[in-house]
């Protein structure tokens, strides 16, 4: 059975949802896009997730920069300003009658190609924009049961070739990864660095907890994860030491908690890495306090963009 930090409650909702693809609004079964299509072709596009909350859209702001900067880094026009974008997403919202609980899949690549090619000047048409908006609460059981890591000999990229800040479509080393954890038992992957030092999770980024200090990586080469950002946040708010540094497997063994962020999942716990225990309380006493804390902040953000 499948169990990891992007387990969701089946919700039979799901099945009958609209979604967007430029502008017109299919059923799920009707959905579709060219095999032309450059993300299709050559993973070429960027993509956020965002979560809908109480009818605010959490941390919009935050998502935008990285999209944003993810299309300026590849070079591409999303054609479609912030408040478009938006406009877009509440359509998909509106149309399925959504106000909270909602994970919404936001995608947009290059555009169809003239031919199967990597040359974006084969490119024949404007962006391909699709939002998939689901009905999605995490699955209490990985919160109450945690994950166990397995530390995969895939490494994440170095920022001359594919900087790991970049959220594209292009994740098929994350998946090596994953596969690798899955064979050997566990739940997700854990990634080192290209100098061997603990950088992230295939999909989440990961914190360890030591003598009452937040550990995680410097994000030099992780994905500059919202949540991720968050939990540093309150726990400068909060004057929890929370650094971010080098550490090794050495560390993460030593570990007092663990624990992993996204934005569909929040905080999940961390019990056990590479067949060795971490904490057999779950979640541990740091990990509860941060998750209260950063759902404290999604609250706190609603409260601010209702004003």
């Not at 090596?176 to 980024?205: I, R």
């Amino acid at each position: 059975m499948t169990h990891g930090t992007h387990n969701a409650v089946y919700d039979p909702r799901n099945e009958e949802v609209l979604i967007y693809v430029n502008g017109e609004l299919f059923s799920r079964n009707e959905a579709k896009i060219s095999v032309f299509d450059s993300g299709y072709l050559v993973g070429d596009g960027v993509w956020e997730g965002f979560r809908l909350h109480k009818g605010v859209l959490v941390f919009l702001k935050e998502h935008y920069d990285r999209l944003f900067q993810g299309a300026k880094t590849v070079g591409m026009d999303l054609g479609m300003s912030r408040d478009e974008i938006t406009k877009a997403i509440w359509k998909t919202l509106d149309a399925n009658d959504m106000k909270g609980g909602v994970h919404v899949r936001l995608m947009f690549t290059r555009g169809i190609k003239k031919t199967p090619s990597q040359d974006p000047r084969l490119t024949v048409s404007g962006p391909n924009l699709v939002i998939i908006a689901e009905y999605k609460k995490a699955d209490p059981e990985s919160r109450d049961q945690g994950v166990t890591l397995f530390t995969s000999t895939i490494r994440r990229g170095s920022p001359d070739y594919l900087d790991p800040r970049l959220n594209c479509h292009s994740k098929i080393h994350e998946v090596q990864a994953l596969v690798q954890a899955l064979e050997a038992g566990a739940d997700e992957a854990l990634m080192l660095d290209v100098n061997g030092f603990v950088s992230t999770c295939n999909a989440t980024n990961f914190f360890m907890v030591k003598d009452g200090e937040v550990w995680t990586s410097t994000g030099q080469y992780c994905m500059n994860g919202i949540t991720r950002g968050k939990v540093i946040e309150v726990c400068e708010q909060a004057g929890i030491p929370c650094f971010q540094k080098n550490f090794s497997l050495f560390d993460v063994y030593g570990a007092d908690e663990a624990f992993v962020t996204g934005s569909f999942g929040g905080l999940t716990p961390v019990t056990g890495i590479d067949g060795r225990t971490i904490t057999e309380t779950v979640p541990g006493t740091m990990t509860q306090r941060l998750q209260k804390l950063y759902e404290q902040a999604i609250e706190a953000q609603v409260n601010e963009v209702k004003v």
